[in-house]
């Protein structure tokens, strides 16, 4: 199998960087995008003279094309996109003000959109094969919970994750490009464990990163719509989107 050619935009740390680790150690050409492209790891970086590096927001859509361009001139194809980019904030304890809420827009909805139009714009240039391409990206299971007078801004925009990776599989599912949507619950990452102290281990159905990358590219290869894991998650959620709506409330 030839190397894939493989952008991951929020990459640099966390879940972005262990999946494309995973990619860079099957031997693919792997393009990492973010904000701090210092945040990587030189030890961990130093084997794959195939990986590049980006600086750029997400936000900015002419910086997502000059990477593609730079990553991948013709007659390079895209293989995989995968936005991994994503901002949280905790507004049971803090207070969102204009700056917070806007770079949440920015990053989890505008952020998104602007990555897939650029790499569906790639993609639909590309020759028509069996298998044209495959956008992804990580979402979260507080996007799976419905709404309710006072639910978070953050679980809003990761179902705006879901309508739009599901908006851009219909518009594209007669190329032949794939759009996969991931839904994790918890996963052991440095970024949760700064956001509790230090120790995420009290979060229920908490998975490893290994054990969340195995999972992750387990469903890309199967060019999978929607992949909701781990399964205990899943059966929680529908649990408690079936309670009443100021208990659901309470709980959040």
Known sequence: MSPLNIMVIGGTSGIGWALALHYLQAGHRVAV????????DADAARPYPQLKRYALDIADAAAIDHALAD??????????????????????????????????????????????????????????????????????????????PGASLYSATKRSVLSLCETYRIALAPFSIAVTAIVPGYMDTARLRELNGGDASGKPFLLSEAAAVREITAAIARRQPVHVFPWQMRWLVAVLNRLPTGLLKRRR
Request: glycine share 8%; charged share 15%.
């Open 71 to 148: 990553f991948l001139p013709a007659p390079l194809p895209l293989d995989l996109l995968i936005v991994s980019a994503g901002t949280y904030f905790n507004s049971r304890h803090h207070a969102l003000d204009a700056d917070a809420t806007l770079r949440l827009l920015a990053t989890n909805v505008s952020g998104l959109h602007h990555a897939f139009e650029c790499a569906a714009r790639r993609l639909l240039q590309q020759p028509v094969g069996a298998q044209r391409g495959q956008l992804v990206a990580i979402s979260s299971v507080a996007g799976l919970l419905k709404d309710y």
């Open 33 to 40: 995008c973010g904000r701090d492209p210092g945040k990587i």
